[in-house]
Protein backbone atom coordinates (compact mmCIF):
# COMPACT_ATOMS: atom_id res chain seq x y z
CA UNK A 1 0.00 0.00 0.00
CA UNK A 2 1.62 3.66 -0.41
CA UNK A 3 1.64 6.42 1.54
CA UNK A 4 -0.90 8.96 1.63
CA UNK A 5 -0.75 11.77 -0.74
CA UNK A 6 0.93 15.06 0.68
CA UNK A 7 -1.28 18.11 0.77
CA UNK A 8 0.24 21.24 1.47
CA UNK A 9 -2.15 23.58 3.17
CA UNK A 10 -1.39 27.54 3.50
CA UNK A 11 -3.07 29.27 6.10
CA UNK A 12 -3.58 32.93 6.19
CA UNK A 13 -4.72 35.42 8.86
CA UNK A 14 -9.04 35.37 8.53
CA UNK A 15 -10.65 34.12 11.17
CA UNK A 16 -11.13 30.67 10.40
CA UNK A 17 -7.41 29.94 11.18
CA UNK A 18 -7.64 29.31 14.59
CA UNK A 19 -9.86 26.64 14.22
CA UNK A 20 -7.66 24.79 11.16
CA UNK A 21 -6.79 22.26 13.45
CA UNK A 22 -10.85 21.10 12.66
CA UNK A 23 -9.39 21.31 9.09
CA UNK A 24 -6.28 18.72 9.75
CA UNK A 25 -8.16 16.26 11.10
CA UNK A 26 -11.01 15.90 8.44
CA UNK A 27 -8.39 15.91 5.76
CA UNK A 28 -6.13 13.25 7.62
CA UNK A 29 -9.52 11.02 7.94
CA UNK A 30 -10.18 11.30 4.32
CA UNK A 31 -6.57 10.05 3.06
CA UNK A 32 -4.47 13.38 3.00
CA UNK A 33 -1.25 13.77 4.74
CA UNK A 34 -0.95 17.49 5.94
CA UNK A 35 1.80 19.77 5.98
CA UNK A 36 1.18 23.27 6.93
CA UNK A 37 2.22 26.47 5.86
CA UNK A 38 1.43 29.74 7.68
CA UNK A 39 1.81 33.04 6.76
CA UNK A 40 3.48 35.13 9.63
CA UNK A 41 -0.21 36.91 10.71
CA UNK A 42 -1.50 33.30 10.60
CA UNK A 43 1.28 31.49 12.51
CA UNK A 44 0.58 34.20 15.87
CA UNK A 45 -2.78 32.71 15.81
CA UNK A 46 -2.37 29.01 15.91
CA UNK A 47 -0.91 26.91 18.43
CA UNK A 48 1.73 25.43 16.28
CA UNK A 49 3.11 22.99 18.73
CA UNK A 50 -0.25 21.13 18.90
CA UNK A 51 -0.25 21.47 14.62
CA UNK A 52 2.80 19.90 14.41
CA UNK A 53 1.97 17.12 16.89
CA UNK A 54 -1.34 16.51 15.32
CA UNK A 55 0.19 16.52 11.59
CA UNK A 56 3.71 15.03 12.12
CA UNK A 57 5.59 18.49 10.26
CA UNK A 58 6.49 21.23 12.04
CA UNK A 59 4.17 24.54 10.96
CA UNK A 60 6.33 26.42 8.42
CA UNK A 61 6.26 30.20 8.55
CA UNK A 62 9.95 31.13 7.64
CA UNK A 63 12.50 30.19 4.80
CA UNK A 64 14.95 27.48 5.62
CA UNK A 65 18.75 28.24 5.76
CA UNK A 66 20.69 26.83 2.69
CA UNK A 67 21.26 23.87 3.34
CA UNK A 68 19.03 22.91 5.89
CA UNK A 69 17.02 19.72 4.29
CA UNK A 70 13.03 20.56 3.52
CA UNK A 71 11.14 19.59 6.72
CA UNK A 72 7.85 18.45 4.55
CA UNK A 73 7.14 15.93 1.49
CA UNK A 74 7.10 17.32 -1.73
CA UNK A 75 3.19 18.17 -2.15
CA UNK A 76 0.70 16.20 -4.38
CA UNK A 77 -1.49 19.11 -3.98
CA UNK A 78 -2.10 22.58 -2.22
CA UNK A 79 -4.84 24.12 -0.65
CA UNK A 80 -5.25 27.83 0.30
CA UNK A 81 -7.49 27.76 3.57
CA UNK A 82 -8.30 30.49 4.55
CA UNK A 83 -7.37 33.10 1.69
CA UNK A 84 -6.66 36.39 2.37
CA UNK A 85 -7.33 39.04 -0.10
CA UNK A 86 -3.43 40.16 0.54
CA UNK A 87 -2.33 36.99 -0.03
CA UNK A 88 -4.22 36.50 -3.10
CA UNK A 89 -3.29 39.73 -5.08
CA UNK A 90 0.37 39.45 -3.83
CA UNK A 91 0.66 35.65 -5.02
CA UNK A 92 -1.29 36.99 -8.26
CA UNK A 93 1.52 39.46 -9.00
CA UNK A 94 4.41 36.96 -8.18
CA UNK A 95 5.76 38.78 -4.89
CA UNK A 96 7.57 35.71 -2.98
CA UNK A 97 8.23 38.03 0.77
CA UNK A 98 7.23 35.65 2.67
CA UNK A 99 6.97 31.62 2.86
CA UNK A 100 3.82 30.85 2.44
CA UNK A 101 3.83 33.52 -1.08
CA UNK A 102 7.33 31.74 -2.24
CA UNK A 103 5.69 28.19 -1.51
CA UNK A 104 2.90 29.02 -3.84
CA UNK A 105 4.46 30.82 -6.29
CA UNK A 106 6.80 27.62 -6.87
CA UNK A 107 4.05 25.38 -6.93
CA UNK A 108 2.34 27.07 -9.28
CA UNK A 109 4.83 26.70 -11.74
CA UNK A 110 4.72 22.82 -11.19
CA UNK A 111 1.36 22.03 -13.06
CA UNK A 112 -0.44 20.40 -9.07
CA UNK A 113 -3.88 21.03 -8.28
CA UNK A 114 -3.99 23.96 -6.35
CA UNK A 115 -7.28 24.96 -4.50
CA UNK A 116 -8.09 28.38 -3.57
CA UNK A 117 -10.85 29.33 -0.56
CA UNK A 118 -11.09 32.53 -0.41
CA UNK A 119 -12.07 34.68 3.02
CA UNK A 120 -12.34 38.28 1.69
CA UNK A 121 -14.41 41.14 3.17
CA UNK A 122 -17.06 42.18 0.55
CA UNK A 123 -15.95 45.33 0.31
CA UNK A 124 -12.15 44.20 -0.56
CA UNK A 125 -13.75 42.07 -3.01
CA UNK A 126 -14.95 44.77 -4.82
CA UNK A 127 -11.53 46.31 -5.14
CA UNK A 128 -11.11 46.73 -8.89
CA UNK A 129 -7.27 44.02 -8.48
CA UNK A 130 -9.42 41.71 -7.15
CA UNK A 131 -11.62 39.97 -9.59
CA UNK A 132 -8.92 40.74 -12.27
CA UNK A 133 -6.15 38.72 -9.73
CA UNK A 134 -8.49 35.98 -9.34
CA UNK A 135 -8.95 35.66 -13.12
CA UNK A 136 -5.19 35.15 -13.63
CA UNK A 137 -4.68 32.58 -11.02
CA UNK A 138 -7.74 31.13 -12.74
CA UNK A 139 -5.94 31.12 -16.00
CA UNK A 140 -2.80 29.45 -14.29
CA UNK A 141 -4.81 26.60 -13.28
CA UNK A 142 -5.64 27.32 -10.06
CA UNK A 143 -9.52 26.24 -8.67
CA UNK A 144 -10.95 29.48 -6.75
CA UNK A 145 -13.67 28.18 -4.53
CA UNK A 146 -16.01 31.48 -4.10
CA UNK A 147 -19.22 32.12 -2.72
CA UNK A 148 -19.88 31.98 1.37
CA UNK A 149 -18.11 28.82 1.93
CA UNK A 150 -15.55 30.60 4.50
CA UNK A 151 -17.12 33.98 4.66
CA UNK A 152 -19.67 34.17 7.51
CA UNK A 153 -20.40 33.16 10.24
CA UNK A 154 -16.45 33.27 11.54
CA UNK A 155 -17.38 29.94 13.27
CA UNK A 156 -16.26 27.46 10.99
CA UNK A 157 -19.23 24.43 11.35
CA UNK A 158 -17.93 20.77 10.84
CA UNK A 159 -20.06 21.14 7.55
CA UNK A 160 -18.06 24.02 6.43
CA UNK A 161 -15.03 22.19 7.30
CA UNK A 162 -16.51 19.10 5.57
CA UNK A 163 -17.30 20.86 2.24
CA UNK A 164 -13.90 22.31 1.81
CA UNK A 165 -12.75 17.94 2.37
CA UNK A 166 -14.98 17.50 -0.45
CA UNK A 167 -13.69 20.00 -2.59
CA UNK A 168 -9.57 19.08 -2.07
CA UNK A 169 -11.04 15.46 -2.69
CA UNK A 170 -11.23 15.25 -6.61
CA UNK A 171 -7.94 17.06 -5.92
CA UNK A 172 -6.19 13.76 -4.64
CA UNK A 173 -4.27 11.06 -6.23
CA UNK A 174 -5.57 7.73 -6.98
CA UNK A 175 -3.85 5.19 -5.74
CA UNK A 176 -1.35 3.03 -7.58
Not at 9 to 25: I, N, W, Y
Not at 40 to 65: E, F, K, N, Y
Not at 71 to 84: K, M, S
Request: net charge neutral; proline share 10%.
Amino acid sequence: MSEAPVLHLVVCAAPPAPRVGDLVELLAADGWRVCLIATPTAASWLDRDALAAQTGHQVRVQWRRPGDPEPHPPADAAAVVPATFNTLNKWAAGASDTLALGVLNELLGTGLPIHVFPRVKAALAAHPVYQPNLRLLRDAGVTVHEGDLLRAPDEMTPTRWAAVVDALRVARPRAT
